[in-house]
Nanobody
Framework: QVQLVESGGGLVQAGGSLRLSCAASGRISNYVMAWFRQAPGKEREFVAA????????NYADSVKGRFTASKDNAKNMVYLQMNSLKSEDTAVYYC?????????????????WGQGTQVTVSS
């Protein structure tokens, strides 16, 4: 079992940047790690996922070229660098961990979740 704690959210102007962090209590080298987000009144949606080794990363089309996900297995940390932020990026961002070996883009594919961190982008 792994516990996840996100941090780094806040209020930023459109075009700005934020870096989210996710601290894990367990060895994230054993898990596929991902970021999801949920805007008010909408379903939780996939943002990015990283393989156990960190060698492969999958992004949602809506964030490609703007967001960069990374992980540091030695520190058990996962990051999401968000650049060129838009008002539509406003959401609660969640870190998630998956026990299975393959990447997944679905909420049901992940076993462990953090409590989320709020990102608000003002236009």
């Amino acid at each position: 079992q792994v516990q996840l704690v996100e941090s780094g959210g806040g209020l930023v102007q459109a075009g700005g940047s934020l870096r989210l962090s996710c601290a894990a209590s367990g060895r994230i080298s054993n898990y596929v790690m991902a970021w999801f987000r949920q805007a008010p009144g909408k379903e939780r949606e996939f943002v990015a996922a990283i393989t156990r080794s960190g060698a492969s990363i999958n992004y949602a089309d809506s964030v490609k070229g703007r967001f960069t996900a990374s992980k540091d297995n030695a520190k058990n940390m996962v990051y999401l660098q968000m650049n060129s932020l838009k008002s539509e990026d406003t959401a609660v961002y969640y870190c998630a961990a998956r026990s299975g070996p393959s990447l997944s883009t679905t909420v049901a594919g992940y076993d462990y979740w953090g409590q989320g961190t709020q990102v608000t982008v003002s236009s």
